[in-house]
Every structure is written in C-alpha cells, then in structure tokens.
C-alpha cells in the first residue's frame, strides 16, 4: 500500500506546510501518468491505493500550454491530497532561464500551496550529466541556472528542489 504524505485541508488558514520527507520507517511511491488520457482517481481506482506523489512534466520557462497543464496537475493532486513533482525541461537552453522565469516559478509554488495545499518537489533539467538533453553537458551554466531555480524553490512555501543526474 502507498503511504500519502499528510496533507493539510484546502482553507485552514494558516496552513503549515507538511514535511517533504517520508516519516521514519516509511516510503512514498509516486506516478507519471499520461496526463492527456489519464487521471488520478482512474488510477488510483485501478492500483487500490492512491500514491503519495504525481509527476508533471514541463517546459521552462513556462508557456501557455505548461500553465495550463500545471494547473489542471495540481487541481488533481490536491484533491488526492498528495504531493506534486514537477520537472522542469529547458528545451530552449539555460541562457533562457531568467530570473523572470524564476519568479514566476515561486509564484506558481506558493499558488499551487495555497489554492490546492499541494507542496512540490521541482526537478530542474534532469540529467544534465547525459548528452541527449538541449541542458546537457555544460557544468556552469548548469550551476547558475539550477542555484537561480533552487533559489526561486526555496522562496516558495512547501517546495524542494531535486537535484536528478543521470547515474
């Protein structure tokens, strides 16, 4: 049985944000569904348990079809009163990741908390140390855009980077 993080109810106000580790002695699983054919309560309908954490997959900077994407991802995870993993794919390079781009990121963060009580872990260019990424293979301006987004995270509520090489 997947064990679900302990999530606050959407409206207490205020809200503390719960931890973003498991408890001792206990694990999380999580999901990536094919968000276009699929949805939680599907899911959880067919596996009997409701995982503890959703994978959304997202260009960054943001476009229109990532907002919206996004906010129909965290829409549903809070319902199931889980947690959100958002991987954040610069497709157009790391020089187009600005601290614009990283604003509008913590905003998304303390939204998706506030309006949905879903805390976040963010993925940003995973697998960075591979060769088949736009974001591969370039250690400085990896470690300028990652710290410009870890730091954006870190300014949101209930939010934690993840750091993913590819091993």
Known sequence: TA???SQPTV???PRTPPRLVPADGQTWFGMNLDWANQTIPEITDALGATPAVWVQFVRFPLDDGARTN?????EQVGAAGAHGLITLEPHDG???VTPEAAAELTTLLDA???EHAVATFVRFAHEMNGSWYPWAQQPEAYVEAFRMVADAVHGA????????PND
């Open 3 to 5: 064990i679900a993080p």
């Open 11 to 13: 409206g207490a106000v």
């Open 157 to 164: 509520t209930a939010s934690a980077p993840v750091w993913a």
């Open 70 to 74: 996004l906010a129909g991802f965290f």
């Open 112 to 114: 998706a908390w506030n």
């Open 94 to 96: 790391l020089a187009a």
